[in-house]
């Protein structure tokens, strides 16, 4: 049977946002300490996080810890319906773009490619225990990975959310791009996705 995507977002979703503050704020202590153990985490180059909305697992401890080769980045909406990014650190400026998200004020043409990052933190709506990431549904960062599809090579790709979000299983759709890995605030899960490729990971735990 095919699963009603749009059902099962709004039902996550929910999920998410009832998260009490204390949950909230312990599991992206917890989130930030799994990613930086990750064993294909870049000690150089660009990291691309997101704006946390919506109830999406914070990255604000992540960004404030990273190790000193690493320059934090955040998405912008670029034209083709494609995204971009900018590095960006507490205090620069930021606008709203069309979706009320917050944005580093720079002209996105030009922003950094995907192909130009060295690894990239992607918000989710749900998981499964594959690495099977369900995304918002507007297929941004389908689009902007794509070539992730077709080649083994950074940037790596990892999917950020609360243990909360986790389902039994999701249906791969033909655009869908995998992340090497899914972390929590309280496991790590390698994808297990077909053509996967060989980079270490570690159990959930």
């Given at each position: 049977?095919?699963?009603?995507?749009?059902?099962?977002?709004?039902?996550?979703?929910?999920?998410?946002?009832?998260?009490?503050p204390?949950?909230?704020?312990?599991?992206?202590?917890?989130?930030?300490?799994?990613?930086?153990?990750?064993?294909?985490?870049?000690?150089?180059?660009?990291?691309?996080?997101?704006?946390a909305?919506?109830?999406?697992?914070?990255?604000?401890v992540?960004?404030?810890?990273?190790?000193?080769?690493?320059?934090?980045?955040?998405?912008?909406?670029?034209?083709?319906?494609?995204?971009?990014?900018?590095?960006?650190?507490?205090?620069?400026?930021?606008?709203?773009?069309r979706?009320?998200?917050?944005?580093p004020?720079?002209?996105?043409?030009?922003?950094?490619?995907?192909?130009?990052?060295?690894?990239?933190?992607?918000?989710?709506v749900?998981?499964?225990?594959?690495?099977?990431?369900?995304?918002?549904?507007g297929?941004?960062?389908?689009?902007?990975?794509?070539?992730?599809?077709?080649?083994?090579?950074?940037?790596?790709?990892?999917?950020a959310?609360?243990?909360a979000?986790?389902?039994?299983?999701?249906?791969a759709a033909?655009?869908?791009?995998?992340?090497?890995?899914?972390?929590?605030?309280?496991?790590?899960?390698?994808?297990?996705?077909?053509?996967?490729?060989?980079?270490?990971?570690?159990?959930?735990?």
């Open positions: 049977m095919t699963q009603d995507r749009a059902t099962l977002r709004r039902e996550l979703r929910e999920r998410r946002r009832a998260l009490p204390a949950t909230r704020i312990a599991a992206a202590e917890a989130l930030a300490q799994r990613i930086l153990a990750l064993p294909f985490l870049p000690t150089s180059g660009y990291v691309a996080g997101y704006w909305m919506d109830g999406e697992i914070g990255l604000h992540l960004q404030m810890r990273l190790p000193p080769g690493l320059v934090w980045c955040l998405p912008l909406l670029h034209e083709g319906d494609h995204l971009r990014f900018a590095p960006w650190r507490a205090g620069d400026a930021l606008v709203t773009n979706f009320g998200i917050p944005e004020a720079v002209e996105p043409s030009s922003g950094l490619r995907a192909e130009d990052l060295a690894l990239a933190v992607m918000p989710l749900g998981f499964d225990d594959a690495g099977r990431r369900l995304g918002m549904g297929g941004w960062y389908d689009r902007s990975f794509a070539f992730r599809r077709d080649r083994a090579a950074p940037p790596w790709l990892v999917g959310g609360f243990a979000q986790r389902v039994p299983a999701l249906e033909a655009w869908d791009v995998a992340p090497d890995a899914i972390c929590t605030e309280d496991a790590t899960f390698p994808s297990l996705h077909d053509g996967a490729h060989d980079a270490p990971g570690t159990a959930p735990a």
